[in-house]
């Protein structure tokens, strides 16, 4: 698995372009799905409702798990590390 990800890392420009073609295509075939039945009407007449829709929730999830991560979950990356302070051991 660490090779694969190795390879990927060093043919970054190759994965970001595959990326946004596969983006391109995702977003075209949108285009092509019957709307006439929707029901509401933001579905039948915002082109890529659901590609947009998805993106602000994955935005709306990564930035709640980065604000919770920052707010005191997440561990300082020298916890391991560091050595214990006196006020710790007391």
């Known amino acids: 698995m660490i090779a694969i ?3 990927l890392q060093a043919r970054l420009k190759t994965v970001v372009m ?6 391109a295509v995702i977003a075209s075939a949108s285009l092509l799905v ?3 039945h929707a ?6 007449h915002v082109p890529f409702f659901w590609s947009l829709f998805g993106f602000a929730a994955a935005s709306v999830i990564i930035g709640a798990a980065r604000w919770f991560g920052r707010s005191g979950i997440q561990a300082p990356t020298d ?3 560091r050595t214990p302070s ?3 051991e007391a």
């Open 79 to 81: 916890f391991y590390t």
């Open 5 to 7: 990800i190795k390879s």
């Open 39 to 44: 029901h509401s009407w933001v579905v039948q």
């Open 34 to 36: 019957d709307t006439h």
């Open 18 to 23: 595959i990326c946004w073609v596969l983006l």
């Open 86 to 88: 006196s006020e710790e």
